[in-house]
């Protein structure tokens, strides 16, 4: 959702930024390899200390180089099947070190099972929703539905941790972790059942 509402807006303010990079001569995996770097030391540096706040602010600084090195392919007309596995499986670590952060965070103060259980589930079904299209990808079909896509997970789970620290209230990213498993849940189910739709049209489900 947030992907297709905001992409255009994006590449527009982002886009001096990409060509400023390719003019110093820099590549775009290079970016996206120092964001995924960014990302994960907010996640896993101040998440696990409880500055939520902090870390938020961290990794939304080097979250939008998932944008920027994708303007750079596009502007320097070649992006390539090398630059977009890098890219998508990177993804998945970022993702992983800011669930973890969570996870880590609230598993290691012993009093709150509850909050490192919602950050674990968001962290299993965010990669079982990526590879759930992926995957599908990989064998001809198509499965880019759902209502919890990458960009909405992020964006709530930062925005909710920023705010849940700042205010000091776990209640708030405990309701929107809970929403993001549930929503992560209804997504690997549309995206089977999407694949499934297709296999059914080619003949390739077993009865």
Not at 44 to 60: C, D, N, Q, Y
Not at 72 to 91: E, F, I, N, V
Request: charged share 15%; glycine share 10%.
């Amino acid at each position: 959702m947030l992907n297709r509402l905001l992409r255009a807006v994006v590449t527009k303010i982002l886009g001096p930024v990409a060509h400023l990079f390719l003019r110093l001569g820099i590549s775009p995996d290079v970016v996206t390899i120092v964001g995924t770097i960014g990302v994960s030391a907010g996640a896993l540096v101040f998440f696990p200390r409880g500055e939520l706040w902090v870390g938020a602010l961290v990794i939304t600084a080097f979250v939008f180089s998932d944008t920027i090195d994708g303007i750079m392919a596009r502007q320097s007309g070649q992006p390539t099947k090398w630059g977009a596995y890098l890219d998508s499986t990177l993804d998945r670590v970022g993702d992983a070190a800011i669930f973890g952060g969570l996870v880590i965070y609230y598993a290691s103060r012993g009093d709150n099972s509850v909050m490192a259980g919602l950050a674990l589930a968001c962290l299993i079904l965010g990669s079982v929703v990526s590879y759930a299209r992926a995957r599908a990808e990989g064998l001809g079909f198509t499965a880019s539905v759902g209502i919890a896509e990458r960009a909405d997970r992020l964006v709530a789970v930062l925005a909710a941790a920023f705010f849940a620290d700042l205010f000091d209230s776990t209640l708030l990213l405990g309701a929107v972790l809970a929403l993001l498993a549930v929503a992560s849940a209804v997504t690997v189910l549309q995206r089977i059942l999407t694949v499934r739709s297709q296999a059914l049209a080619t003949g390739e489900v077993n009865h």
